[in-house]
């Protein structure tokens, strides 16, 4: 249904945005960085790994949380709270006036709990395994919604939370929940996106690197480089990005600046391979979220894609793109990944919150790092290296997929009427 057919009451509009990348802590930092063409990769030691390339955050841990609430929590829990809380500061929402049991969070995750049990087997493994040195903090630290009910207790939240595991495409699933928590009416505000703490587990390097799908390269700012020819892996990446997410009538009510709206959405499953993407079903996907914002390909104006910098990946994806965009010639293309690395359970909203922007500015900032594109990864209007200023830019089509085949895409756009 288009949103032009839609009620106020069913139409979801974003109106704050908080975040942190590798490079940058703000929606504006982050935007600069992109058309700046700021890498956020850098190297990072972790443990057995030795030295890695990595996007590391940044941000102020103790902003919004004391030190005595971040030693009993966690880094995904501390991303989420400093996200959270700079979305409600600038999405102009007053907590104090506001009914707490009406406020729903919804974070999405690729894994947790990896990066705590990791911590405490290094712990104990210096007493020779003697579990009385286990923490206490361990269970509430490793449950499932241990990130999502970190914000609840910092902000004082009564309504309902939860994580959404959904591998890679966990920071769209974020956002789809709580547009459909607000559509149902079990909430009248959403706190919802994405959060990775994965830089913190040195499985995740492990399994990777046991892959062949680490990324490596001498000059760390270089190494994600989806797309082209001498790709070599993913470069692991934490960051985190919360939308503020609202009806639009209660949005107008409250005189809510409203940054984007929420047009369409679709989840889908490849039920194959368990890493590698099947291009008909991503294809599905990006058509089954235009289409529920009643629209054709043609009206999109940006896709902001999944490609992680892995050989098959990145070319299956380039195959879906060719099948439902080829003869767009309006259609721009580009890659937040090449910057930053890959979040994991962050990158989808992480990757909308860098081209949100693009609704104002109407600039589109480009896929760095692409010395040779690989010719198996031709799309149209790939927008490489430097970013491009169009005349307008109506929409937004944020892809995130991920493992064992869930794919997800939002499409986003002005908000019109």
Known sequence: MGAERMSDSERIVITGVGLTAPNGNTPEAFRRSLL??????????????????????????????????????????????????????????????????????????????????????????????????????????????????EVTMNLGLCGPHYTIGAACAAGNAG??????????????????????????????????????????????????????????????????????????????????????????????SDAGDPVVPDPKRLAECMLLAIRRAGLEPKDVSIVSTHATATELGDEQEAKALRSVFGDCSSVYVNNTKSFIGHAMGAAGALELAGNLAALEDGMVHPTINITELDEKCTVRNLVMNQPRKLDRVETILNNSFGMLGTNSAVLVGRCAG
């Open 36 to 149: 700046g063409g700021v890498s956020g990769v850098s190297t990072f030691e972790t443990r057995f790994m030795g030295r890695v390339l990595a996007g590391v955050c940044d941000f102020d841990e103790f902003k919004y949380q004391g030190r005595k609430e971040r030693r009993r929590g966690t880094r995904a829990g501390s991303i989420s709270i400093y996200c959270a809380n700079e979305a409600v500061r600038r999405a102009g929402v007053d907590l104090e006036a506001a009914d707490r049991s009406r406020i729903g969070t919804f974070v999405g995750v690729t894994e947790h709990g990896t990066v705590e049990t990791e911590n405490e087997i290094d712990v104990i493994r210096q007493y020779d395994y003697d579990t009385k040195f286990w923490s206490h903090h361990h269970n509430p630290r490793t449950v499932a919604n241990n990130p999502a009910g």
């Open 175 to 268: 956002l789809i929940q709580g547009m459909q928590m607000l559509r149902l009416g079990e909430v009248d505000l959403a706190l919802a996106g994405g959060v990775s703490e994965s830089i913190r587990s040195f499985g995740i390097f492990a399994s990777f690197a046991s892959q062949n799908a680490l990324a490596s390269h001498e000059d760390p700012t270089k190494a994600s480089r989806p797309f082209d020819v001498a790709r070599n892996g993913i470069v692991v990446s934490e960051g985190g990005c919360v939308y503020v997410l609202e009806r639009l009538g209660d949005a107008r009510r409250r005189g809510a600046s409203i940054v984007g709206e929420v047009l369409g959405h679709a989840m889908n």
